[in-house]
């Protein structure tokens, strides 16, 4: 249902442009309202807002005026002091921000010009602050990623009480911490992950049964005996609801003497954890699973290039103990069978251009890549997919309330958008997309797999659904096709996922489910947890794209006049967009372009006048690096007309190459 009328109002969320208007886009209607610079109300970006419907023009698109403001996503925000006839001027790091700054406290602290600051907001109109916190000079070296995390009110750091609080728990597991737990300690299991991991959540365990199949063990961290409920470190985590990934560091959710030391399963140490044991026939059908507090010790501690490379070469000579490798084999071999057999369901499988960083102890990025999926990624994915799956049932076949893992149905008219541009490429989408089901885009995916173009059609199939969300209420995930789903496997660095681990002790573990009847102050907890962590995890998301954004934008930089060669990922009434094989992307302006183009909305596709020359999506053109804005971290650039080419003093790259050797390799984490 949409506003029609004036006067309607809407409730949503208020995104500010550079320029000076901006918009409030609203769920529950799905509409967008266009708020002109005078209607601001006091708003900021984020903030949460009621606008009030003024006007509909006949295109159906609204305008309308900010009346409220529901609540502030910060009362913070990061601005650079610059000296200014003998005095101090602030310049907001948010560039959408226009009003003036003041600012109350300029002797409270030693200030230079050029250094970063956190203010906190006084009030809002006018914007006065005071100074809350000096991040660093502009030019010192982790200040920008600093100045964006703390921009997206991500705090790096704990407190005293939170570090002694974590501190108390020592280094090593105490034998009064496991009187009734299973001991697992000398069974064959390890971890498998990422080169440079120290927060490990998960490990593995795996058994060949007599009559066929398999017993897998997956055997998270029992982070719910540290983090005692309503504590310092739970009210943090609390707050914070998800460990941040970015390029040159992570932000804990946990302080690390946990994080990185008690809770996680690091290899030849006694560990607790709530393990899962899942019973699978040789075909990987489920046939019974097992939750319980168990006593582990990890046997090694293995990395995803280590185990890729001895799943495609088990005679290669890599760094895996001789008794791991038939176990290894055996998780192969009951990956692919999930994995089929999810697919078989309807499950969407995702491929999408996801950047790998090389960066030196400066934090300065050496090379960027695409992230390559191997086979031990994708085993990992698909036993934390089936372990989430089994908590998932436990609760709701109990029928007691957790956080769930939901994911709808895609919005109708993203589908709609979709559909257009899979008519260009060959392929529109069929039936009623009202009605849509996850194995339709499935086959478009299957369809495209060995085009060019599959990991940007992966992209805007992945673009066209709806956000992934926690709620307290079971409704499906969409793109897994399954009827329930959470978060249960990375207690360390999700609050959803270690609420969920309390939930689970409580009711059922060690023994038949409880008779205790969850109380309607839990019920309504659990509903505010679910907002908190979809809210925590999307400012994560936003701050770690925007990391991205500007660690690309500065290697890009060093390559400015040099032509690539790249694939259109996107076209607009403005421009083309185009990625180049590093995942790096950039735009052709169409001020830029040698005629004037026309826009072809349903055929994705800009022409010039005489239509000799058509630009569309997944073609591949030669782009030359016109510039890059290092303030709104983009790159720009020019196409490379066929004349110039005798002219070109570079020559044809693919894309920049560094030694990647040089650096560190930094990644983050997935989660669906």
Partial sequence: MEPHLKGDRIQGIFDQTKTEYGFVDSKEPEV??????????????????????????????????????????????????????????????????????????????????????????????????????????????????????????????????????????????????????????????????????????????????????????????????????????DQAARDRQTSVYVVDRVVPMLPTELSNGICSLNPMVNRLAVSCHMDFDE???????????????????????????????????????????????????????????????????FETSESEFVVDNQGVVLDVYPKVRGRGEMMIED????TNSCAAHLFTSNDTKTLFRVHDKPPL??????????????????????????????????????????????????????????????????????????????PIRRYPDLMTHRLMK?????????????????????????????????????????????NKAEYMAQYVDQVFEGIISGVTKFGLFVMLDNTCEGLVHVSSMDDYYEFDEVAMKLYNRDKSKVYTFGQTIKIRVESVDLIEYKVNFIIEQAEQKKKEKYGKQRAPKTKRKLGIKRKGKRQR
């Fill in 32 to 233: 967008s309202v266009f708020i002109g610079q005078n209607h601001f109300l006091t708003a900021l970006t984020g903030d949460e807002v009621i606008a009030e419907i003024t006007k509909k023009d006949k295109q159906g698109r609204y305008e309308g005026k900010i009346i409220e403001i529901v609540k502030r996503k910060s009362t913070f925000l990061v601005a650079t002091l610059l000296r200014h006839q003998g005095g101090w001027l602030l310049r907001p790091y948010d560039a959408r921000i226009k009003e003036p700054i003041q600012f109350k406290n300029p002797h409270s602290f030693k200030l230079e010009d050029q250094q970063r600051v956190k203010l906190k907001i006084l009030s809002y109109h006018p914007l006065v602050t005071e100074i809350d916190e000096i991040i660093g000079l502009v030019k010192d070296p982790g200040v920008e990623v600093l100045s964006v995390l703390i921009s997206h009110d991500i705090t790096p750091g704990f407190s005293r009480e939170e570090i002694q609080e974590a501190q108390a728990w020592g280094m090593k597991v105490k034998k009064k911490d496991y009187p009734t737990r299973r001991d697992l300690t000398n069974e064959l299991i390890f971890t498998i992950d990422g080169d440079d991991t120290k927060d490990i959540d998960d490990a593995l365990s795996i058994e060949r049964l007599p009559a066929g199949g398999y017993r897998l063990g997956v055997h998270i961290a029992d982070v719910s005996h540290y983090v005692v409920e309503n504590k310092a470190i």
């Fill in 283 to 349: 075909y990987g059908t489920l046939l019974r699973y097992e939750f319980f507090e168990s006593i582990i010790q990890s046997k090694q501690q293995l990395t995803y290039r280590e185990v890729n490379r001895f799943l495609e070469n088990p005679k290669d000579i890599v760094n895996i103990r001789e008794e791991l490798k038939d176990p290894l084999l055996a998780m192969d071999e009951l990956s692919q069978r999930l994995r089929t057999a999810r697919v078989a369901m309807g499950s969407i499988e």
């Fill in 383 to 386: 036993f934390m997919v089936v």
């Fill in 413 to 490: 008219k993203k589908l709609q958008n979709l559909s257009k541009t899979l008519r260009v490429m060959g392929y529109p989408l069929r039936g009623d997309l009202s009605k849509v089901e996850p194995v339709v885009l499935q086959r478009v995916l299957y369809h495209f797999r060995h085009d060019p173009t599959f990991h940007m059609i992966s992209m805007m199939v992945l673009r066209s659904m709806a956000k992934a969300k926690y709620e307290a209420k079971n409704n499906g995930h969409f793109a897994l096709a399954l009827n329930e789903y959470l978060h249960f496997t990375a």
């Fill in 506 to 550: 409580k009711y059922f573990i060690n023994g038949s489910p409880k008779k205790e009847r969850q109380r309607r102050e839990e019920v309504e907890n659990l509903k505010e947890l679910a907002k908190m962590g979809s809210e925590g995890e999307l400012k994560a998301v936003e701050a770690e794209r925007e990391v991205e954004d500007m």
